[in-house]
């Protein structure tokens, strides 16, 4: 099984900077594309920026320029530096994880979710 666990999110005013981490741990042989997703109250989920193993990054419309996201592979880890945040930026964050893990002697892909962290811009 792989964890994922979000952190960082938090109360900022508009123009501000928050940075978000992403963990996962567990039986990982590999990780291939992270994402960050968010998720506004009466709205869908939505891909904010992917990262693949090559460290090639795609970013949505809204937050290029802004937001930038990178990872530490000896790590596990997947950030999101979150810069000029407006309030409708304002959302529940969340990673997912999806590579390889080991189960029966064999590779077997995975894609996990963490649980979430609320950032809250106010105006």
């Known amino acids: 099984q792989v964890q994922v666990v979000e952190s960082g999110g938090g109360l900022v005013q508009a123009g501000g900077s928050l940075r978000l981490s992403c963990a996962a741990s567990?039986?990982?042989?590999?990780?291939?594309?992270v994402g960050w997703y968010r998720q506004a109250p009466g709205k869908q989920r939505e891909l904010v920026a992917s990262?693949?193993?090559?460290?090639?990054?795609d970013y949505a419309e809204a937050v290029k320029g802004r937001f930038t996201i990178s990872r530490d592979n000896a790590e596990n880890a997947v950030y999101l530096q979150m810069n000029s945040l407006k309030p409708e930026d304002t959302s529940v964050y969340y990673c997912?994880?999806?590579?390889?893990?080991?189960?029966?002697?064999?590779?077997?892909?995975?894609?996990?979710w963490g649980q979430g962290t609320q950032v809250t811009v106010s105006s």
């Open positions: 990262i693949t193993s090559g460290s090639s990054t």
């Open positions: 567990g039986r990982i042989h590999s990780i291939n594309t």
């Open positions: 997912n994880v999806a590579g390889r893990t080991y189960r029966d002697y064999a590779l077997w892909p995975f894609s996990s």
